[in-house]
């Protein structure tokens, strides 16, 4: 994206659009703007009203039509998404012990050590785009989960840092396992971990 095309945007529309512009601005289905925006991969105000449901602002949406030039994999719905009621994201099997409001001692132990694992090439401390890598979901969406809290971390030089541990806190957490929407990284992480779980138990 040009920066002629990026000041033409911002002259053509508000700070902030609706879901229905968001479509058209980036040329892609009604669905798959959705699932940007129920994944979090493209960072919203969701009022959960039926009209004028997404408030969203323009520079995430310009972010998210840079980095999907760079890294259009990212995006792509799970196998099968479109084929699903909208809103919904299915995998190919229950992965009910990985989302259950509550894991045994064992299982926890057990996520945790994959997670450890997996970010074991990792810095101590991350950036916000590290973890982006990481989860799947876009750079704003983490730094929205830094500043409500969800995601433990420090503001420090204009960004955020965040200690591993933290991270591994958050992964565990309640919130991110029971996600009702999830980026196709964080699906693959289920994945796995599922198969972790079935051949230690």
Partial sequence: MTKEEIR???RQYPEYITKDQMY?????SKRTCLFLLESGLVPCH??????????????????????????????????????????????EKPLLRI?????????????????ENRLEEQPDVMTAW??????????SAVINWCKKGYLKSFFIGQKYQIPKEYLLDYLLSEK?????????????????????LNEKS
């Fill in 99 to 115: 989302r259950a409001r509550s894991l045994s001692e064992e299982e926890y132990t057990i996520i945790r050590k994959y997670y």
């Fill in 24 to 28: 058209r601005i980036c040329h892609i």
């Fill in 8 to 10: 033409k945007l911002r």
């Fill in 176 to 196: 991110y396992r029971c996600k009702a929407t999830r980026s196709p990284e964080q699906c693959r992480h289920d994945e796995e971990i599922e198969e972790w």
């Fill in 46 to 91: 969701d009022s959960h009203k039926k009209t004028r449901r997404f408030k969203i602002l323009l520079d995430d949406v310009i972010q998210y039509i840079q980095c999907r030039e760079a890294h259009p994999d990212r995006y792509l719905p799970p196998a099968g998404y479109y084929k699903c009621n909208p809103g919904i994201r299915h995998t």
């Fill in 130 to 139: 590290m973890i982006s890598e990481f989860t799947g979901y876009g750079n």
